[in-house]
Each structure stands twice: as structure tokens, then as C-alpha cells.
């Protein structure tokens, strides 16, 4: 039987050929590989008790709230729950 370079049905023809790039570690295609991480950390998220919100702001909006989070030492999370306890507080 003949060897084809692009045959790679016949690994056993092949097992000496290194091949370049990490070896695959995951047999999950990439998409599917990150549809599950999410939801692994929706449930992470969900067992720490946090809430998922979601909304849209200007770039000004969000710069200056990237700057003031980098000022306190806070990710903008961190910072964005400490002015709604403030306000809620008040």
C-alpha cells in the first residue's frame, strides 16, 4: 500500500511524523468547548449567589467608569456593585 501525505486516515502509516502545534487536548470543537465554559460559569456564578445584568453605555460613560475602577483598585464589577450599595443605602 502506498503512503499519500494527505491521507491521515491511516495513522499508523503516520505515528513516527511529528506534526506542528499543541497536541489537541480537548475533543470538543472550539465552539462547543466555549458554549460550555459559559455555562459552567453561569452555574459557578449562580452557586455564589450573583446575578447576571446587562446594559449599554457611551464610550464617555465607560471610560470614565474604567478610570475611576482603576483609581479605587477595583475591577469595574467591583466598582459598578459598590455605587449601587451607596445609592441603595442612602
Do not use: C
Amino acid at each position: 500500500m502506498a503512503k499519500i501525505a494527505t491521507d491521515r486516515t491511516t495513522i499508523d502509516l503516520f505515528a513516527q511524523e511529528k506534526r506542528p502545534g499543541r497536541p489537541k487536548t480537548n475533543p470538543l470543537p472550539r465552539e462547543e468547548q466555549l458554549r460550555l465554559n459559559k455555562r459552567n460559569q453561569v452555574k459557578r456564578d449562580r452557586s455564589k449567589g450573583l446575578k447576571r445584568i446587562e446594559f449599554k453605555l457611551s464610550d464617555q460613560l465607560y471610560s470614565a467608569l474604567e478610570q475611576q475602577a482603576d483609581k479605587a483598585g477595583l475591577t469595574r464589577s467591583a466598582y459598578i456593585e459598590s455605587i449601587l450599595t451607596q445609592v441603595l443605602t442612602r
